[in-house]
């Protein structure tokens, strides 16, 4: 089983390109969760009866917005955050209500969870660093709290490079947003609540695997660029875990796919 998540910067426009069927048909992935649709589903005819769609679309128009593609029916999609969680952290700030900006969106299926998030930018000038120190427990809670049930597999675009490995340049970018120490904190409480980063467990010390770039300066095709996208899963998927990779030769995005396999099939 093939689960891929791809931050699209916007769906309609990869559609434009003439790149997401071509992906599509080349990697066939099983799941697919997407970050940064900037659409609602009606707004882009897609035709790919393979798939079910599930969309988890901003309030506001072309913004954000989440949704999981999957050859296989889910017992259950949840958007967005359980009340109680969002009730108990400040999820809104003078930029907007995340909780209203479709960030989250996950689909259960018998042997786990599969959701996926696009996590807020914490901007040039971290003003929205302290959004970050509210959203990421949040989310995070609510991933342990599903892993109390079952597995959870969680991906999607984290917005921080946990470790200086996981960027092209590490020492100028301290301490800048993407690479503060209160965003890698928030994913060292990842690891510390159990979940596998899929692609260091593979390749914990290959440099170079970035999945963001930048427009400016050629930083794609020099790879210069950062680690900000991940496929995280429980400690029990371990035994099943076959392999996690990142696509930088999949274009459409300013972001390029990652993906696992598992040796489980639904």
Same mark, same amino acid.
């Given at each position: 089983?093939?689960?891929?998540?791809?931050?699209?910067?916007?769906?309609?426009?990869?559609?434009?390109?003439? =790149?997401?069927?071509?992906? =599509?048909?080349?990697?066939? /992935?099983?799941? =697919?969760?997407?970050?940064?649709?900037?659409?609602?589903?009606?707004?882009?005819?897609?035709?790919? /009866?393979?798939?079910?769609?599930?969309?988890?679309?901003?309030?506001?128009?072309?913004?954000?917005?989440?949704?999981?593609?999957?050859?296989?029916?889910?017992?259950?999609?949840?958007?967005? =955050?359980?009340?109680?969680?969002?009730?108990?952290?400040?999820?809104?700030?003078?930029?907007?209500?995340?909780?209203?900006?479709?960030?989250?969106?996950?689909?259960?299926?018998?042997? &786990?969870?599969?959701?996926?998030?696009?996590?807020?930018?914490?901007?040039?000038?971290?003003?929205?660093?302290?959004?970050?120190?509210?959203?990421?427990?949040?989310?995070?809670?609510?991933? *342990?709290?599903?892993?109390?049930?079952?597995?959870?597999?969680?991906?999607?675009?984290?917005?921080?490079?946990?470790? /200086?490995?996981?960027?092209?340049? /590490?020492?100028?970018?301290?301490?800048?947003?993407?690479?503060?120490?209160?965003?890698?904190?928030? &994913?060292?409480?990842?690891?510390?609540?159990?979940?596998?980063?899929?692609?260091?467990? &593979?390749?914990?010390?290959?440099?170079?695997?970035?999945?963001?770039?930048?427009?400016?300066?050629?930083?794609?095709?020099?790879?210069?660029?950062?680690?900000? *996208?991940?496929?995280?899963?429980?400690?029990?998927?371990?035994?099943?875990?076959?392999?996690?990779?990142?696509?930088?030769?999949?274009?459409?995005? *300013?972001?390029?796919?990652?993906?696992?396999?598992?040796?489980?099939?639904?």
């Amino acid at each position: 089983m093939k689960i891929y998540s791809w931050n699209v910067n916007g769906i309609r426009a990869v559609e434009r390109k003439g =790149l997401f069927t071509p992906f =599509l048909e080349k990697h066939d /992935p099983d799941i =697919l969760c997407l970050q940064e649709t900037k659409a609602n589903h009606e707004q882009i005819d897609l035709d790919w /009866p393979q798939y079910e769609e599930y969309w988890c679309s901003a309030e506001r128009k072309g913004y954000s917005g989440t949704a999981i593609f999957t050859k296989h029916s889910p017992i259950d999609v949840i958007n967005g =955050l359980p009340k109680d969680i969002m009730a108990k952290y400040t999820l809104e700030d003078s930029y907007g209500d995340t909780t209203e900006e479709g960030r989250v969106i996950t689909t259960e299926f018998e042997p &786990f969870y599969v959701s996926t998030v696009y996590t807020p930018n914490a901007k040039d000038d971290l003003s929205r660093i302290p959004m970050r120190q509210q959203w990421d427990p949040a989310y995070l809670e609510y991933m *342990d709290r599903l892993q109390q049930q079952k597995p959870v597999i969680f991906c999607g675009d984290f917005n921080v490079a946990h470790q /200086p490995i996981d960027l092209a340049r /590490p020492k100028p970018n301290e301490g800048k947003k993407g690479f503060t120490q209160e965003e890698r904190a928030g &994913f060292d409480a990842m690891i510390e609540k159990g979940f596998i980063d899929t692609l260091r467990h &593979f390749h914990p010390d290959t440099p170079e695997l970035y999945t963001w770039w930048s427009h400016f300066g050629g930083a794609r095709e020099r790879n210069v660029g950062w680690r900000i *996208d991940y496929v995280m899963v429980s400690g029990a998927l371990s035994p099943v875990l076959k392999n996690a990779k990142i696509h930088p030769d999949v274009l459409g995005s *300013d972001h390029c796919p990652v993906s696992i396999e598992l040796g489980v099939e639904l």
